[in-house]
């Protein structure tokens, strides 16, 4: 997480207590010459909904001001972290053990580069999934992303 973010993170998690959410992250990116704070909120009950995210922005962005982390212009988004959210921390995986998970690697393994299965287990990076009734372990070095997956 960069030095932003995890700024950002702090001055925003008595915002997210305020409010009965949890910051599942933050992100500090440039898109198409433009650079974005995004906040992904999650709450446990009933989810995460338009108002909470517009309260949410209303409170953290005179914070923001105040604190002045970023020295450039940027555009400041608040969002759920929705259904198919990435797992990014050893908390998250601990979390949805045993949920649908879609593993996506950097080079293709057995020709494919996307596996979806159960999540069974998160080890320093390396990821267990049971895909198509085989257990698979993916090193840290080879996942470019874990998300939840849902299907419809």
């Known amino acids: 997480m960069s030095k932003i973010a995890e700024t950002v993170r702090a001055l925003a998690q008595p915002v997210a207590e305020a409010q009965q959410c949890e910051i599942w992250d933050v992100e500090y990116v440039r898109e198409a010459g433009t650079r974005f704070l995004r906040v992904y909120l ?22 923001l001001d105040e604190a002045d982390p970023i ?4 555009v400041f988004e608040v969002s759920s972290a929705g259904a198919e959210r ?7 995986f601990a979390r949805f053990l045993g ?21 069974e287990r998160y080890n320093d990076g390396d990821v267990t999934v049971a895909v198509d009734g ?11 992303q874990v998300r939840l997956y849902v299907r419809f």
């Not at 698979?136 to 470019?144: D, G, I, W």
């Open 134 to 144: 085989e257990t698979r372990t993916f090193e840290k070095s080879a996942v470019a």
């Open 71 to 74: 020295p450039e212009s940027y």
């Open 42 to 63: 999650d709450k446990p009950e009933g989810g995460v909904t338009i108002q909470d995210c517009e309260d949410f922005s209303r409170a953290l962005d005179p914070i």
């Open 86 to 92: 990435v797992l990014r921390r050893p908390g998250d």
């Open 99 to 119: 949920s649908e998970v879609e593993v996506k690697l950097y080079r293709p393994c057995d020709g494919r580069k996307a596996f979806v299965g159960t999540l």
